[in-house]
Each structure stands twice: as structure tokens, then as C-alpha cells.
């Protein structure tokens, strides 16, 4: 047990920090390439909302994504029970401890944990931003917020994707996607956008630059 022991959290200390780090590195390749703004621009279309009331949509897709995960993960324990299902106790319902009920409701669980810290950054940036009088900078940081919100919820959607899909690492990295833009969302409020746009941009490596992974799949399918 002790060796295991060992063995497992020597595992943890190196693998927990390359999944963070890896993942930090995903969201300056991704910033790289723009892909935020057009997903955002796109988003804010297809939902009808006005950009300054886009975080607070934001927030409501992640309440919803957490309610979906609930619902989802019952109605998969309860076509896998063989008796009549009790209300009463749903939490502690066997067939919800196993398999895809169980990794739906860790899903749900976990949106909920990284909501509060989503909203918690929203929130915040958003009173901030009421104290902004100078328009090109009042444009500058709703922006930077929307672009934070986007890549949080678009990777949060791929979390839950994964979980189902019981896809162990995919998952983890975009946990911890979604956690760092949520992170640097509040770090823009402690240090200002201006300051946290030029120190990511600054962090961008040139290969990044240079490599556009949709060409490469676009080359890879024979277009052009």
C-alpha cells in the first residue's frame, strides 16, 4: 500500500501541473488564432443578446448546463433500475453510483463548483466595468470579458462532452481550459485589461502563430 501510495502521488505531482500547464497552453494557441472572437461573434448572434448582457447569458448556460447534468444522470439510473423508483432518496440511489449516471453527476457537481468561481469573476468585472467612463476602454474590457466568458463555456460543453464520452484526459484538460479563463477573467480585474491583454499576448510563442490547425485538417480532408 505504501509503495502504491508513493507511486500514485508522485503521479499526481507531476501529472496535475502538465494538465494545468498544457492547458494554459491551449488557451494562448487559441488566443493566437482569434478563434474566441468568432465564436463569440457567433454565440451572441444565435442567442439574440446584446454584448453587454452576454456574461450574464454566460452564466445562465452554465446554470443550465448543471440542471441538464442532473436530469440527464437520473434518467440514466432510473432506465437502469429494476424496482420502482424512490424519490425520496435519489442522491444515494445505487444505479446513480455507477457508470454513465455516475460520471453525468460528477458532471453536475462539478459545474456547479466552477460556477461560483465564473460568476464570482463576472460579477466583479461587470461593477468594474460601470465605473468606466472613457468609451474606447469601456469597449476594450466588455470584450476582454466576453472572450473570457466564451472560452469558459465552450470548453465547459466539451467537459461534459468527455465525461460522457468517458474520455479521462480530454476531460481534465478542459477543466482546467475552462478554469484558467475564468482565472485570468479575474486577474483583469486586479491588474486591468490593458496590463493582462499585453502580458497574454506577450506569452504567445511565435510557432503558435505560424501553426493554423484548421489549414492543417483542411490539408489533411483534401480542401483547400
Known amino acids: ?56 447569458m454566460i452564466l445562465l448556460m452554465s446554470v443550465i448546463l448543471w440542471q441538464l447534468a442532473f436530469f440527464l444522470s437520473t434518467w440514466v439510473a432510473a432506465m437502469n433500475r429494476s424496482k420502482a423508483w424512490d424519490n425520496s432518496t435519489t442522491r444515494d440511489c445505487p444505479e446513480k453510483q455507477v457508470g454513465l449516471s455516475y460520471r453525468l453527476y460528477c458532471g453536475h457537481l462539478n459545474e456547479g463548483e466552477q460556477f461560483r468561481i465564473l460568476s464570482a469573476a463576472v460579477v466583479i468585472a461587470l461593477i468594474l466595468l460601470q465605473s468606466i467612463s472613457d468609451e474606447n476602454e469601456y469597449k476594450l474590457t466588455l470584450d476582454f470579458i466576453n472572450y473570457c466568458c466564451t472560452g469558459y463555456i465552450l470548453h465547459r460543453y466539451f467537459f461534459h462532452l468527455m465525461f460522457i464520452l468517458n474520455i479521462d484526459l480530454l ?38 502563430r505560424e501553426f493554423d490547425f484548421v489549414k492543417v485538417i483542411q490539408g489533411l480532408m483534401g480542401q483547400k
Open 1 to 56: 500500500i505504501f509503495i502504491m501510495g508513493v507511486t500514485n502521488f508522485l503521479l499526481l505531482l507531476v501529472g496535475i501541473p502538465a494538465v494545468y500547464a498544457t492547458a494554459l497552453a491551449i488557451v494562448l494557441y487559441e488566443r493566437s488564432q482569434g478563434w474566441m472572437d468568432v465564436f463569440e461573434r457567433g454565440l451572441i448572434d444565435a442567442l439574440g443578446v446584446a454584448s453587454d448582457k452576454y456574461p450574464i
Open 171 to 208: 476531460r481534465s484538460l478542459s477543466f482546467g481550459i475552462s478554469f484558467w479563463y475564468s482565472i485570468i477573467l479575474l486577474l483583469s480585474s486586479i491588474y486591468g485589461v490593458a496590463t493582462v491583454n499585453k502580458r497574454l499576448d506577450n506569452s504567445i510563442p511565435n510557432v503558435f
